[in-house]
């Protein structure tokens, strides 16, 4: 079976977060448009040894997402 890879990036929204918030439906728009992929696995750019902490951010973060494109797009394609 052929596997795909789909690889997106962005800039760190964390430095516009006026403009993000304007544009969170976008950003929503994005991640239905990647939700019909239906990804099995989600990587994000992420210090390894933080990892424990990153798991954590997840689990709390159900719809409740801080301005970081980590959460904003990855956390919400993962959910």
């Given at each position: ?8 990036g ?6 516009d977060?006026?403009?993000?918030e ?5 950003v929503i ?11 099995t696995?989600?990587?994000v750019?992420?210090e390894m040894s ?9 689990q ?7 301005i970081?494109e980590i959460?904003?797009?990855g956390?919400?394609l993962?959910?």
């Open positions: 079976m052929k596997k795909e890879l789909i690889l997106v962005t800039y760190h929204f964390e430095q977060k006026e403009l993000i304007i544009k969170e439906k976008k728009d994005l991640v239905d448009y990647l939700a019909h992929y239906k990804p696995k989600v990587a750019e992420w933080k990892n424990e902490e990153l798991n954590i951010e997840y709390k973060s159900y719809e409740n997402y801080s970081n959460q904003q797009i956390f919400r993962a959910k």
